[in-house]
């Protein structure tokens, strides 16, 4: 997350935090917080099903995409978006991995930065699933 400017003099976690200071809040940490979610360090993706998360800006686990007034605006739009494409994609394949690891094998370890990245990304080979007559475009007249 970007810095924020402390607009008052407030306390935070017992910490006196000046007017004008600069605040980096620790969205890693928050990610990794075994008291807000439970088993933080496994991958498990379905652990947004199984908890009641709020998506509209008011849930502060998800605080990558920000909170309350400064909510990001589209992050509907990127869910739809992945949705969407995961579909087609999924749809349209076959995948095989470029690699016979099993998902035991595969390193979730992270690459750091401004944007986390696993350190061994995965590869996957995709296969046309369906007929190539269906893949070849159709002239539309408007």
Not at 13 to 30: E, F, L, M, Q, T
Not at 64 to 81: D, E, K, S, Y
Not at 82 to 90: A, E, I, K, R, Y
Not at 96 to 113: H, T, Y
Request: aromatic share 8%.
């Amino acid at each position: 997350m970007l810095l924020h400017r402390a607009s008052a003099n407030v306390k935070v976690g017992g910490y006196d935090i000046p007017k004008g200071s600069n605040v980096h809040v620790n969205v890693w940490a928050v990610a990794r917080d075994p008291a807000t979610w439970k088993n933080p360090l496994e991958f498990r993706p379905e652990r947004f099903l199984e908890e009641d998360v709020d998506m509209k800006g008011h849930d502060y686990r998800l605080l990558p995409f920000g909170a309350g007034r400064r909510v990001c605006p589209g992050a509907q739009l990127g869910i739809n978006m992945v949705t969407s494409m995961l579909g087609h994609l999924l749809h349209h394949f076959s995948w095989a991995p470029a690699n016979s690891l099993s998902p035991k094998e595969i390193d979730m370890s992270e690459n750091p930065g401004l944007v986390t990245y696993m350190r061994t990304p995965l590869q996957a080979i995709p296969t046309p699933r369906l007929p190539p007559m269906l893949y070849k475009r159709v002239a539309v007249d408007m």
